[in-house]
């Protein structure tokens, strides 16, 4: 096991990849009387076409079977998982997203029997025809639930407005017609290629003895046997750089329109340093413009373009990647031409050393701040892991950045053909 000192957030890590290729992460926090442990596999929505283990040809799944993985699971021959953890005094939960599926409890006793009963539901899958339709009809409900929701349309169409053929434009729970194609051999293909040990990290944080903890980890995985697996072959199909429509329009029964501006990422295909670069640059001048200091927020305030509903976030990941800026606004076509236009002028901007050095500053406390959280230092420590970074090793790389490295990013991080936008409008608007 390897053990490392990180001096600038003042944390122990204790790590080890086993032998069935499962990386195992501690990071014991004695002062806490509360730990959290998630399962993670490097595996979510947009995984739909790749070569099955064992296989040499690739297959395309069903959209939404991921997270219809996500649910199953819990599920076994015998009695539903929720109620193990219940016993234990613990508290369950899961998420799927585009690119990540994450199994997870919170506790504060039992901590290594919950730890156990967190690996060994996630590795004893039971999918039954039956319990396969029956989770059809609970999946479509959840699917029209979402319909409904106007944020969710905006953020997804969004997507839709961005992307020509890569998946993120595909709502993650996949659509009604396409939940009801999936068959238990379908998630007993996605379950063995994705869920194997070599895919996916154990992140253990909180009030526990990490070296009692990672032999009863190592001891649970020398009982178990898995198929040999070198690398997944994942497919995705050619996406161009440009944005697939300028403008979306949705029709939905709202009292006030919203509009969301989506910058989509060149497909860079980066991992490691490169990946944080510019994960990190993208954020700090995303606050820099737009957060309620911002130089563009104040302009947006003033010509009651947006009220507190408004937005911005960023989603860079190894296939794909996207910005989205939006809000609640009575007038949308005017909000997005007025955030186009501030985006565009940020290719003609420097920005100063020591503007610079606050976005920094401000941003290594946020990262900081961040970090007393339990859900946020495990659940992102394993979504960068899979990109080759190390959550503890991001403040003192924020430290490096430099001037320069901000200017050269916004001289070429905005082109008006990687520029998109999508409105939700009141269904009496025509169009």
């Not at 899961?94 to 990540?100: G, I, L």
């Not at 190592?218 to 898995?226: A, L, R, T, V």
């Not at 090793?393 to 999508?422: H, M, Y």
Request: some cysteine; glycine content about 4%.
């Amino acid at each position: 096991m390897n053990k490392q000192y990180f001096e600038t957030v003042d944390e122990t890590l204790y790590e080890k990849k086993l032998d069935n290729g499962l990386q195992v992460c501690l990071l014991p926090k004695s002062e806490l009387t509360k730990t959290y442990g998630v399962f993670m596999t490097n595996y979510g929505s947009v995984d739909r076409s790749f070569v099955p283990i064992g296989q040499t040809e690739p297959i395309t799944v069903p959209d939404g079977i991921a997270h219809f993985l996500e649910h199953k699971l819990f599920e076994k021959e015998d009695r539903d998982v929720f109620a193990d953890f219940t016993k234990q005094a613990a508290s369950p939960n899961a998420f799927t997203s585009f690119t990540e599926t994450a199994y997870l409890f919170s506790a504060t006793s039992n901590i290594e029997k919950n730890v156990l009963t967190l690996i060994d539901f996630v590795q004893d899958p039971y999918f039954s025809e039956q319990s396969v339709e029956k989770e059809k009809g609970i999946i479509a409900q959840e699917i029209n639930m979402y319909d409904d929701q106007p944020d969710w349309r905006l953020f997804m169409g969004t997507n839709k407005a961005l992307f020509h053929n890569h998946p993120v434009n595909i709502d993650i729970a996949g659509t009604v017609d396409s939940i009801y194609t999936i068959t238990k051999d379908d998630l007993y293909t996605c379950y063995h290629t994705f869920y194997h040990p070599e895919n996916m990290i154990l992140f253990v944080t909180g009030n526990f003895d990490p070296e009692q903890m990672m032999d009863i980890i190592i001891q649970n995985q020398e009982k178990k046997s898995f198929d040999q697996l070198d690398r997944i072959q994942r497919e995705f199909p050619e996406e161009p750089n440009r944005v697939k429509e300028k403008e979306l329009k949705i029709n939905m029964p709202v009292s006030i329109p919203k509009c969301s501006v989506g910058i989509k990422e060149p497909d860079l295909q980066l991992q490691g340093e490169a990946y944080l670069k510019r994960d990190l640059l993208t954020d700090i001048v995303l606050d820099y413009f737009f957060s309620t200091g911002g130089e563009f927020y104040q302009e947006l305030y003033d010509a009651d373009l947006i009220d507190n509903s408004f937005f911005f976030e960023s989603n860079l990941q190894t296939s794909f990647g996207y910005v989205a800026i939006g809000s609640n606004t009575n007038q949308p076509e005017l909000f997005a031409s007025r955030v186009k236009e501030m985006l565009l002028s940020t290719r003609d901007m420097e920005i100063s050393e020591a503007a610079f050095e606050r976005m920094k500053k401000k941003k290594m406390g946020q990262m900081l701040r961040a970090m007393n959280s339990l859900e946020f230092t495990a659940n992102q420590f394993a979504t960068l892991a899979f990109k080759q970074v190390n959550l503890l090793d991001v403040v003192p790389f924020i430290q490096k950045l430099t001037v320069q490295d901000v200017n050269a990013f916004l001289s070429t991080w905005i082109e008006e053909d990687r520029l998109g936008a999508c409105m939700i409008q009141s269904e009496t608007v025509e169009e």
